[in-house]
């Protein structure tokens, strides 16, 4: 049952990179790895690719239903970018899954069951967001489990010059040029 990460840091820092590089090395690597931006979408489109929805649940939803990102992410990792911006009642939605390991779709009457570890990336500050009531305490400790906080690059400086050649290297061999210096 991999145990759920809270990855925090500024916009821009690899936030998805560390939840890849956790996934690639975690007995789940195998599995999916799928990521949802939570701030790209609506609420209720939200709602219905996360935990899918009934045919005819909603105006436009296909008539043959459709399985949502916690099927499909089911004995993987499901990454959920900008967790910070996710609506209260979709606060409840996601704790319950947390909790019960169990979902309802969109128009549905019955619980479907996953087995997927959610890691959670914010540039927001939670715990800012609890004290104001705008993010749901119980979810933030369920989601909290093992923080992980990624520095800016201006807090590592020592990290340019590897990443400058790491670079460098990658494009002299998409060019075929020599490394220059």
């Not at 560390?18 to 007995?27: L, P």
């Not at 899954?97 to 779709?105: A, K």
């Amino acid at each position: 049952r991999g145990t759920t990460v809270l990855v925090t840091g500024e916009s821009g820092v690899g936030k998805e990179v560390v939840a890849k590089g956790i996934h690639a090395r975690s007995e789940r690597r195998d599995r999916p790895f799928i990521a949802l931006n939570c701030a790209a979408l609506t609420d209720g489109l939200l709602e219905a690719e996360l935990f899918g929805h009934e045919p005819g649940a909603y105006t436009g939803a296909t008539n043959k239903g459709r399985e949502g990102l916690s099927a499909a992410a089911n004995g993987g990792t499901l990454l959920l970018d900008e967790v910070g911006e996710l609506a209260p009642e979709l606060q409840a939605k996601l704790l319950r899954v947390l909790q019960e390991r169990c979902y309802r779709r969109v128009g549905g009457n019955e619980d479907h069951s996953t087995d997927v570890r959610i890691i959670a990336c914010t540039n927001r500050d939670l715990s800012q967001l609890v004290e104001e009531g705008l993010f749901r305490e119980d979810l933030y400790y369920r989601i909290n489990v093992i923080p992980f906080h990624v520095p800016s690059l201006r807090e590592r400086r020592d990290d340019v010059p590897l990443l400058a050649e790491h670079f460098m290297k990658g494009a002299a061999a998409e060019y075929g040029t020599g490394l220059k210096r």
